[in-house]
């Protein structure tokens, strides 16, 4: 068994569509980024990356890239988990935190949650995700932007 924890950061920005868990959240501002900006699927891969001891997102994915360029990160996503289980690697649980002010997440966790069960080929009670505000303290208090954090336990063979 293996744990590895993600963290990632976006900035709010204009004349993007906020993608968060792969669903497309309705908003005024969505996340500045080389990518689609899905800063939970960021913190996810990171995770992942680190459980398997394989480095992080930007490492296998250069912003410096023009193929990257506004990609849908659920490709990256499903593009890890491929290595990953190339490795020997499947996973065991995930367990997800978005950090914003607004909007409210509620709503969509539920679909985000099939994305993600769909692209790691788990069934959904292994993973979770939910939100919390930072009651209107720091960045993500004053509405600039979007973090999250993502915690996986990764099994082995022999696990
Ligand atoms: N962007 C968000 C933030 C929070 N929620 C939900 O509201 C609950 C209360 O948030 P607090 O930060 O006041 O603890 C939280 O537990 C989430 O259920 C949300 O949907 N979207
Ligand atoms: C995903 C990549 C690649 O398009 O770009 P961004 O969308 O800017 O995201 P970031 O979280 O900074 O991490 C890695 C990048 O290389």
Redesign the pocket.
């Known amino acids: 068994m293996r744990v590895g924890h993600g963290y ?1 950061v ?1 900035r709010f920005a204009e004349n993007r569509t906020l993608i968060l868990g792969g669903v497309t959240i309705p908003y005024a501002l969505g996340m500045a ?5 899905d ?1 939970l699927i ?1 913190a996810l891969i990171d995770a992942l990356l680190g459980a398997a001891g394989m480095g992080d ?2 490492a296998h ?3 410096t ?1 023009a193929e ?2 506004n ?1 849908d ?1 659920r490709i ?1 996503l499903r593009d890890v988990i491929s290595k990953m289980s190339d490795e020997g690697f499947s996973i065991g649980n995930a367990d997800i935190t978005l950090i914003a002010q607004a909007p409210k997440m509620n709503p969509h966790l539920p679909q985000m949650k099939k994305n993600l069960a769909a692209d790691l080929q788990v069934g959904e009670s292994r993973l979770n995700i939910k939100a919390t505000t930072t009651e209107g303290l720091g960045f993500a208090g004053r509405k600039e932007g979007i973090a999250c954090h993502a915690v996986v336990l990764l099994l082995e063979s022999g696990d």
């Open positions: 990632d976006h980024a080389h990518s689609d900006g800063v960021h997102i930007g994915f250069p912003d890239r990257f360029e990609i990160s990256l």
